[in-house]
T-cell receptor, first 109, second 115 residues
Framework: GIQVEQSPPDLILQEGANSTLRCNFSDSVNNLQWFHQNPWGQLINLFYIPSGTKQNGRLSATTVATERYSLLYISSSQTTDSGVYFCAVGNTGFQKLVFGTGTRLLVSP | DGGITQSPKYLFRKEGQNVTLSCEQNLNHDAMYWYRQDPGQGLRLIYYSQIVNDFQKGDIAEGYSVSREKKESFPLTVTSAQKNPTAFYLC??????????????FGDGTRLSIL
């Protein structure tokens, strides 16, 4: 099955810093989502982005499907950005998602 | 508000006991899913359902069972055959189920522990 790798596994930032999270996948995809899991376990949809670029406030994402990777950019980080960021992909006619192991982000004041 | 409701938030199971986790959605989504998350790990698919009265095993279905009698509801039963049930369980839904690419939306999860 499809493999998903996320990097870095852990990231510590000072408030206000920028960061880039990467997701590599082993096969072509027709579904790619970025999620933020907060300390209470809630999984928040950030982007649905099987290809192209999207922006939402301080966050933006780019997926280069032909090269099998996606990037999540966080600008001017805030302490509330802390948590785990997951990339999940799907490549079947049905929308079955395979998750990476996540990037754990800690933003300190 | 439209969304996915999981209950209970916390659940404790005794050895040899079956327990059922509830998942209800009012998003009018056709497809529903159950995932399991272990500490420090990503989510793994247990079961999914594309339409009412139909469901398929995911990657880790052993020791679990589901039903899909109504479009809005997709309960998960953790049976006594599941030897390591302690985990965080997340339910999701999406639409449409018949082809097309739509994002999955998640509930807030249920934490299951063994007494």
């Amino acid at each position: 099955g499809i493999q998903v790798e996320q990097s870095p596994p852990d990231l510590i930032l000072q408030e206000g810093a920028n960061s880039t999270l990467r997701c590599n996948f082993s096969d072509s995809v027709n579904n790619l989502q970025w999620f933020h899991q907060n300390p209470w376990g809630q999984l928040i949809n950030l982007f649905y982005i099987p290809s192209g670029t999207k922006q939402n406030g301080r966050l933006s994402a780019t997926t280069v499907a032909t090269e099998r990777y996606s990037l999540l950019y966080i600008s001017s980080s805030q302490t509330t950005d802390s948590g785990v960021y997951f990339c999940a992909v799907g490549n079947t006619g049905f929308q079955k998602l395979v998750f990476g192991t996540g990037t754990r982000l800690l933003v300190s004041p | 508000d439209g969304g996915i409701t999981q209950s209970p938030k916390y659940l404790f199971r005794k050895e040899g006991q079956n327990v059922t986790l509830s998942c209800e959605q009012n998003l009018n989504h056709d497809a529903m899913y159950w995932y399991r998350q272990d500490p420090g790990q990503g989510l793994r698919l247990i079961y999914y359902s594309q339409i009412v009265n139909d469901f398929q095993k995911g990657d880790i279905a052993e020791g679990y069972s589901v039903s899909r009698e109504k479009k809005e509801s997709f309960p998960l039963t953790v049976t006594s055959a599941q030897k390591n049930p302690t985990a965080f369980y997340l339910c999701a839904s999406s639409s449409p189920a018949r082809g097309g690419n739509q994002p999955q939306h998640f509930g807030d999860g249920t934490r299951l522990s063994i007494l």
